[in-house]
């Protein structure tokens, strides 16, 4: 191979690799953030779980309340509301369609993956929604309260 179609070589694969990097980027609507190929959203403002689900399906195509998949995402995320000075968060799973079974709400597929705090889920006075907790351990809370939440673009 010649060195001028070396250097060609060079260039196309720098380029497509900058591409690469520029769209899995770009992927992600302004103001969310992108993480191991999925965008996520940190609201500013505390809502209930319901209106939280609306408002991640009305945000962007494919929105949802965060789904918590596995311990690096888990991990991410803990560190993203600690940074953004949020102590809980509601996510995307919850066990009120049958109690201590947790299903994920975008599917109603049941959590392979769970992060629970000690003594959680632990149903207290009826507690059928999930958080996140800035100590990076998962509680089970009643739905009613409002609070922050994380959305993710499936
Ligand atoms: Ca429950
Ligand atoms: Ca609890």
Known sequence: MSFAAL???????????GLTWFNAHRRCPKGWSWFSGHCYFFSKE?????????KCAYA?????????GGPREDKWL???IKIRGMNRV????????DEGKFLKLSNAKSIKYTNWGKGQPDD???EDCVELLDRGTWN?????YKDFF?????
């Open 150 to 154: 994380i959305c993710e673009q499936a």
């Open 7 to 17: 250097f060609m070589l060079l260039i196309i694969a720098q380029t497509s690799q």
């Open 140 to 144: 089970d809370r009643n739905c009613v």
């Open 78 to 80: 803990k560190l993203q």
């Open 46 to 54: 505390k809502a209930t779980i319901k209106d939280a689900i609306t």
């Open 124 to 126: 207290y006075k009826t």
């Open 90 to 97: 509601w996510m995307g799973a919850s066990d009120i369609s």
């Open 60 to 68: 962007v195509e494919g929105g949802r309340l965060a789904e918590v």
